[in-house]
């Protein structure tokens, strides 16, 4: 590893664990006023458990996204190209419609409605994206968009059908949120998906480099190319999913963490699977610490709109400097 | 070792690229693949590459089809340079070269052994997306020589279009002592001069069909080629006594 590399991994590791200190640290009190202070021991789980989340999620959508930008041949491609995030939300409307409907909630019914439909979507969108060599780049982005279109007009079906009340409730899960409490079981065996994942991409950093050639190249080198895309679907599809549940459909991570890594380490993917899950979990991170700090009068936003906002002008900033126009 | 070329087709929906060809060629050689645009050039290496299934017919290494082998043990027979190389991410021209290596192993000194035959040694570190279409293709070339196995197969699609005059011979030159070491080298050139002064076998291709085959110096000839080419091509001799093909 070069010496370039190594200090990169210091900074962005120490970034990490100063960002997850602030997290625990920003308190805001009922009359508004921001303070740095250690929480009382009463209160540190509801900060201990978001910002776990934060990594876990940002970690997952970080390494999903390097896996989809490699599967599909497109830097722009994220976790939720594939219409996981539309089925996923398809999903959890009509587990609260059928919540309403028989007038008796379920547990867990948004997670269990929310991984049906990201299943239900992805398994439409492999099945048509197969040809004679397997999962076709071109058709999979196509067949994502078609498959998000669908569901996005079933979810507007199911908003015109259900009351007001309801319809407040599912278009704060479309703004992607960090949960407060959640078992620490649930998280660290989460956790535990995510971090094999993001092995597993690392283990097949080599083919990944190597499947950055054109189709004729990298499979002239020696990569089985079908079987290749069709692990970085599964791993890339569940690790988005993780993401899903934990928090709902937090836009821009996926796209922007490999971006961020890939500027600061090169494209061995080897090191970026690890520097996308990092950066990734950098972000979140930072985005829930930022939302600490804005007070707009009606609570603190959803993470989702900050991740959404930061990341869209980061993403056209680093369009614009690869243009060289700043 | 050799390669035998079985009543091969290719047809593309309703296009047919390639049109029962039958052809061998042996280790030692260097064949060069000639013809019009849209001849079918590519298809027919693709296809000798193991990279392309044919419609009807068989391409055989050595008796065995190089399409039932593993991608691995396939890249560890055949070296492939692509018409223009196609490299997605941040990646320098060391390390496109060093993906040669992927399915044998990491081997330092076949990859700078590579650089330097192709003169990238001094400009390993430039990244790819930065480099000129000439340094790409010699990138292309040098991957190749990194994985190559001498007495293998090392097939190029258009190998020197965009290379300058000394690049040219250059790559010429390793494409003989690739030849001499044993390997079957194929490549399909345009530069019909560069094509008579390189090849042992020639196999001439127009709408698909294999129209010439056989000894380079039988085959290529002003009135088979201007015929092919549907131009008027003479013989003429420089001061040295040597010929080239010439367009009146």
């Given at each position: ?8 991994w ?8 100063a960002?997850?200190?602030?997290r625990?640290?920003i308190t805001r009190s009922?009359?508004g006023?921001l ?22 999620v940002?970690?997952?959508l ?5 896996g ?8 722009l ?6 219409g ?20 008796v ?5 948004e997670t269990?409605g ?10 439409a969108?492999y099945?048509l ?5 397997g999962?076709?780049?071109v058709?999979?982005?196509l067949v994502?968009?078609?498959v998000?279109?669908?569901?996005g ?7 015109h059908l259900?009351?007001?009340?309801l ?7 479309l703004m ?13 065996i989460l ?10 991409l ?6 990944l480099?190597a ?9 002239s080198?020696?990569?089985?190319l079908?079987?290749?895309r069709?692990?970085?679907?599964l791993?890339s599809?569940?690790?988005a999913a ?5 928090a709902?459909?937090?836009a821009?991570?996926?796209?922007i ?6 500027l600061?380490?090169r494209s061995?993917?080897?090191?970026l699977a690890?520097g996308?899950?990092?950066?990734g ?5 930072g985005?829930?610490d930022a939302?600490?700090l804005?007070d707009?009068?009606?609570g ?7 991740t959404s906002g930061?990341g869209?002008?980061?993403?056209l900033?680093?369009l614009?400097?690869?243009?060289g126009?700043? | 070792?050799r390669l035998?070329?079985?009543s091969?087709s290719v047809?593309y929906g309703k296009?047919t690229a390639?049109?029962?060809?039958t052809a ?10 000639l013809?019009?645009n ?9 296809c ?19 399409l039932?082998l593993?991608p691995?043990?396939?890249a ?20 496109v070269v060093?993906?040669?290596?992927y ?9 700078d052994e590579?650089?330097a ?5 001094d400009?390993?570190d ?5 480099a000129?279409a000439g340094?790409k293709?010699?990138?292309?070339i040098a ?6 196995t001498?007495g293998?197969l090392?097939?190029l699609d ?5 290379l ?5 011979r250059?790559?010429?030159e390793?494409l ?7 390997d079957?080298?194929i490549?399909?050139?345009h530069?019909?001069a560069?094509?008579?002064n390189?090849?042992d076998t020639?196999?001439v291709l ?9 000894q380079?110096s039988?085959v290529?000839?002003?009135g088979?080629?201007?015929?092919v080419?549907g131009v008027d091509?003479?013989w003429?001799?420089?001061?040295a ?7 009146p």
């Amino acid at each position: 590893m070069k010496p370039r590399h190594i200090f990169v991994w210091i900074v962005l590791l120490a970034l990490l664990i100063a960002t997850c200190i602030a997290r625990l640290m920003i308190t805001r009190s009922t009359l508004g006023e921001l303070s740095f202070v250690w929480p009382d021991s009463a209160y540190i789980g509801y900060r201990l458990v978001p910002m776990f989340a934060a990594i876990v999620v940002g970690g997952a959508l970080g390494v999903s996204g390097m896996g989809l930008q490699v599967l599909l041949r497109n830097p722009l491609a994220s976790p939720w190209i594939l219409g996981l995030s539309s089925g996923a939300g398809l999903g959890v409307m009509a587990s609260m419609m059928i919540e309403h409907s028989r007038g008796v909630g379920f547990p867990e019914g948004e997670t269990i409605g929310a991984v049906a439909g990201a299943i239900v979507a992805l398994v439409a969108v492999y099945l048509l994206s197969r040809g004679r060599g397997g999962l076709d780049p071109v058709t999979m982005v196509l067949v994502g968009v078609v498959v998000s279109v669908i569901c996005g007009a079933g979810i507007m079906v199911l908003q015109h059908l259900v009351p007001m009340g309801l319809r407040g409730s599912f278009t704060t899960w479309l703004m992607g949120s960090l949960p407060e409490t959640m078992s620490y079981v649930r998280l660290g065996i989460l956790g535990g998906v995510v971090s094999v994942g993001t092995l597993l991409l690392a283990w097949w950093g080599p083919s990944l480099d190597a499947a950055c050639l054109s189709d004729d190249e990298a499979t002239s080198v020696g990569v089985h190319l079908p079987s290749l895309r069709f692990r970085l679907f599964l791993v890339s599809s569940i690790l988005a999913a993780v993401g899903v549940i934990i928090a709902g459909p937090i836009a821009f991570v996926g796209l922007i963490a490999p971006h961020g890594a890939r500027l600061l380490l090169r494209s061995n993917h080897r090191m970026l699977a690890v520097g996308s899950a990092i950066v990734g979990a950098l972000l979140l991170v930072g985005a829930d610490d930022a939302r600490q700090l804005i007070d707009l009068g009606t609570g603190r936003l959803p993470v989702g709109i900050l991740t959404s906002g930061i990341g869209g002008v980061v993403f056209l900033l680093l369009l614009l400097r690869g243009r060289g126009k700043v | 070792m050799r390669l035998h070329i079985s009543s091969l087709s290719v047809r593309y929906g309703k296009l047919t690229a390639l049109r029962d060809i039958t052809a061998s060629a042996e280790g030692g050689k260097i064949v060069c693949v000639l013809g019009p645009n849209a001849s079918g050039k590519s298809t027919l290496l693709r296809c000798v590459a193991g990279l392309q299934t044919p419609t009807r017919g068989k391409v055989l290494f050595d008796s065995a089809s190089l399409l039932r082998l593993h991608p691995r043990e396939r890249a560890s027979k055949v070296a492939w340079v692509p018409r223009s190389s196609e490299v997605g991410g941040r990646f320098t021209l060391r390390r496109v070269v060093e993906l040669g290596r992927y399915a044998l192993g990491p081997s330092p000194a076949r990859v700078d052994e590579a650089l330097a035959t192709v003169d990238l040694l001094d400009r390993a570190d430039t990244i790819w997306h930065e480099a000129s279409a000439g340094m790409k293709q010699r990138t292309s070339i040098a991957r190749a020589l990194a994985q190559r196995t001498p007495g293998g197969l090392l097939v190029l699609d258009e190998p020197t279009s965009a290379l300058d005059l000394r690049h040219i011979r250059v790559v010429a030159e390793v494409l003989r002592k690739c030849a001499s070491e044993g390997d079957l080298v194929i490549a399909a050139i345009h530069d019909v001069a560069l094509a008579i002064n390189l090849a042992d076998t020639a196999f001439v291709l127009r709408h698909g069909e294999l129209v010439l085959a056989g000894q380079s110096s039988a085959v290529l000839s002003p009135g088979s080629l201007g015929e092919v080419f549907g131009v008027d091509l003479a013989w003429a001799t420089d001061d040295a006594g040597k010929r080239h093909l010439v367009t009146p």
